[in-house]
């Protein structure tokens, strides 16, 4: 379409030409009128009555009846004109362009050469007559129709140089885009790969922390005080008898493969929404120590985190025995969970470890530490928090806690009727 309209607008350009005389030639018209031969051009239009049919009818010289022009060279400055726009304009291939150009050159060409030349040798004639010079004087100036062939072939070739100089451009920045847009998914995936694997080190408060801290130096500490921490440890108390080194159970791997099964599903009920608030501090040996209410945004008036980590608690019991039933082991978990306040913070500045320090801290480990199996053992501040949630519990009485003397303990024995049961089990 663009073509279309470009190559109309060429035509257009000169198509006015073919109504004028351009069969005249001007010499030869004016030869009757010459005085003497070898004066000059300027000498015999001045001196002789034809002087005056010049100046004052140019446009019908010689012919009356026809209409003529004597600046041919302004066709092709419109033809030129078109040639800039196409350039300008013209979204497409520089060996478009050049075939274009040129075909518009060529054609041009043919005609000044061939069927419009007397009108062009008019201009030269007229041009030396107003300027005195000596019509057979070669080297008194080029003809304008080879100045308008050679212009227009000069223009071509410029335009062909520039198209491919804008096409080559416009190549090179398509690859850097396109090697741009490559270069910055790869940079977003590294930066999701390393938050994933950096919020599997840290907590995801934790790691935000540290990336936006740009100038942070590695003995400053992030700390956090942390209150209505609901802290839980839980334990396969009876692993080690289950793990042996044998070379039928390839030197105890295979029981360590089972262990790590099993603290994987703990990890994947972790990340079901209901247990959004909790977080997973560490797991040693075959304990697995987890904490909620750890921020503002998990920590609620409510204590609705404290009910999410009971119940989290309840779930990995529950788990346990679907792994027993299907593994045909007899693996046994006791858990102990405490509330209270808790510093939070990161030790270490090469591989960094999160984790929890306080009062709170110790009495969980404790309640986990003097339970007894399948059971779930919890202190009083506990107690009096989960009793007006409805859940069930079981007086334990008073127990010996090393380092924390006397202290009344429960045991959990059931879920609220206040909450709906989740379906088990949770990790299929």
Same mark, same amino acid.
């Given at each position: ?224 005080? @942390?209150? /209505? &921490?609901?802290?839980?440890?839980? +334990? ?7 793990? *042996?080194?044998? !070379? ?111 009062? @709170?801290? /110790? &009495?969980?480990?404790?309640?986990? +530490? ?7 053992? *919890?202190?009083? !501040? ?47």
């Amino acid at each position: 379409m663009t073509i279309t309209v470009i190559l109309t607008l060429y035509f257009m350009s000169f198509l006015y030409i073919f109504a004028l005389d351009f069969t005249t030639d001007l010499a030869s018209c004016i030869k009757p009128f010459q005085v003497n031969s070898t004066e000059n051009l300027a000498t015999n239009i001045t001196t002789n009555t034809f002087y005056t049919s010049i100046t004052t009818d140019r446009d019908t010289l010689c012919s009356a009846h026809l209409q003529t022009t004597h600046y041919p060279e302004y066709f092709g400055f419109c033809i030129l004109v078109v040639m800039v726009t196409s350039e300008v304009f013209l979204q497409t291939s520089f060996v478009v362009k050049a075939i274009l150009f040129f075909s518009m050159t060529i054609f041009y060409s043919i005609l000044v050469q061939v069927l419009f030349y007397n009108m062009f040798d008019n201009r030269d004639l007229l041009l030396f007559a107003n300027s005195g010079m000596n019509l057979a004087d070669d080297s008194s100036s080029v003809p304008l129709k080879w100045i308008t062939v050679a212009s227009l072939l000069l223009f071509s070739i410029a335009s062909t140089i520039h198209a491919q100089i804008v096409e080559s451009t416009a190549r090179l920045d398509f690859l850097w885009h396109i090697q741009t847009n490559e270069e910055r998914k790869e940079t977003e995936s590294l930066r999701e790969y390393n938050m994933k694997l950096l919020s599997n080190i840290l907590p995801l408060h934790v790691a935000e922390h540290f990336l936006r801290a740009k100038d942070k130096k590695d003995e400053d500490m992030y700390y956090q005080d @942390c209150k /209505n &921490v609901c802290v839980m440890f839980a +334990s396969i108390c009876n692993f080690s008898d289950f793990y *042996v080194e044998l !070379e039928g159970n390839n030197e105890g791997v295979e029981c360590l493969r089972l262990l790590n099964e099993i603290i994987a599903d703990f990890d994947e009920i972790l990340s079901e929404k209901r247990f959004k608030f909790i977080e997973k501090i560490k797991t040693i040996g075959s304990t697995y120590m987890a904490a909620s209410g750890l921020t503002d945004k998990t920590n609620f008036a409510d204590l609705s985190h404290v009910v999410a980590m009971t119940e989290y608690a309840l779930t990995l019991k529950d788990q346990l025995d679907y792994v027993n039933q299907h593994s045909f082991n007899n693996f046994k978990m006791r858990i102990g969970l405490n509330v209270g306040p808790v510093v939070a913070g990161v030790i270490g500045a090469r591989k960094p470890q999160y984790d929890i320090w306080g009062n @709170c801290v /110790n &009495v969980a480990s404790r309640m986990d +530490s003097s339970g007894e199996p399948n059971n779930i053992q *919890v202190t009083d !501040e506990m107690y009096q928090i989960l009793l007006k949630k409805g859940y069930k519990f079981k007086c334990r009485g008073t127990v010996s806690i090393k380092g924390k003397g006397e202290m009344v303990t429960y045991f959990l024995t059931g879920r609220s009727d206040m909450l709906p049961k989740p379906k088990w089990p949770p990790i299929l």
